[in-house]
């Protein structure tokens, strides 16, 4: 097996199409550290490239993002990386809420947040599960392809958390529906999440990548500073209507929930590991 089948990211380039592929499938694409920062470093490159006019995310296997990893034997949330997208200090040596909000507020939202403003358009190639933080990733993307047997999902409420750390479920989809997405934890199909608006296309499995890659070398077509300037427009109507000042409310009540679990159950996820959130979400 070659060093690149190894990588928790592949990053491939055709013409001026990149394409950075979530490579865990063993695991869903769980998104431990690893892959987090392997992400980091592949939006980095494309950004950097002046012939990638457009960044296509995928993921490798039956899924695209099961979310963050929670219980993997690859979990690395208690090891030190070097950190990209805040000041906040190193968490691996803090205790309690110290570390946690430390941690997450730099490979959570200060990663999502930094990727959502690369000034290159980048599209969610989506198929399998969408769930919890593989949500953060689709939703970070500035348009949404997905398959007919993608699902969405956030289940993170039978935590006892409100809601992923990119909070951006009230723009991306009618607030009543974000709450009914939330209450239930229950899987939305894409056909119901295109209904909704919270993505542009649903193709069969089998034509997914060849939709993508067509969509995205027509946009490449465009002027670099065009697309740039437009991308920046919209996500700036987006802010003007609240979604930065509203992520840092709903970031601080994530975290509330964090330490009022870590006070009152087995640990701060409530006490959900994997399967216990898997036979939740199935149960009926």
Not at 85 to 111: N, P, Q, T
Request: with cysteine; net charge negative; charged share 25%.
């Amino acid at each position: 097996m070659s060093a690149a089948h190894d990588e928790p990211v592949r990053y491939e380039k055709r013409g001026p199409v990149a394409t950075v592929t979530m490579n865990r499938p063993a695991y869903r694409n769980a998104q431990n550290s690893a892959m987090t920062y392997a992400l980091d470093q592949a939006f980095y490159r494309a950004a950097d490239d002046s012939d990638v006019k457009v960044i296509v995310l995928a993921g490798a296997g039956e899924h695209f993002s099961a979310g963050h990893d929670i219980g993997t034997p690859e979990r690395d949330a208690h090891l030190p990386f070097e950190r990209k997208a805040g000041l906040w200090w190193d968490h691996s040596d803090k205790a309690g809420a110290e570390s946690r909000f430390a941690r997450e507020s730099e490979v959570y939202l200060g990663m999502c947040r930094r990727w959502r403003e690369l000034p290159k358009p980048m599209i969610a190639s989506v198929h399998g599960a969408c769930v919890a933080g593989g949500l953060m990733l689709a939703w970070v993307c500035d348009l949404i392809v997905a398959s007919d047997d993608a699902f969405f999902a956030d289940p993170v409420v039978r935590m006892g958390i409100p809601g992923v750390e990119y909070f951006a479920h009230p723009w991306v989809m009618p607030p009543r529906i974000a709450k009914e997405f939330l209450f239930t934890g229950d899987r939305m199909s894409g056909r119901r999440a295109y209904e909704v608006g919270m993505v542009n296309r649903v193709v069969p499995r089998a034509e997914l990548a060849d939709t993508v890659a067509e969509l995205a070398t027509r946009i490449a077509q465009m002027p670099r500073m065009g697309l740039a300037l437009t991308k920046r427009a919209v996500n700036q109507a987006e802010d003007l209507q609240g979604m930065h000042t509203g992520m840092d409310s709903v970031f601080g009540l994530h975290h509330l929930a964090h330490a009022h679990n870590a006070e009152t159950a087995p640990d701060a996820l409530g006490g959900m590991d994997i399967r216990a959130m898997k036979e939740a979400g199935t149960a009926r």
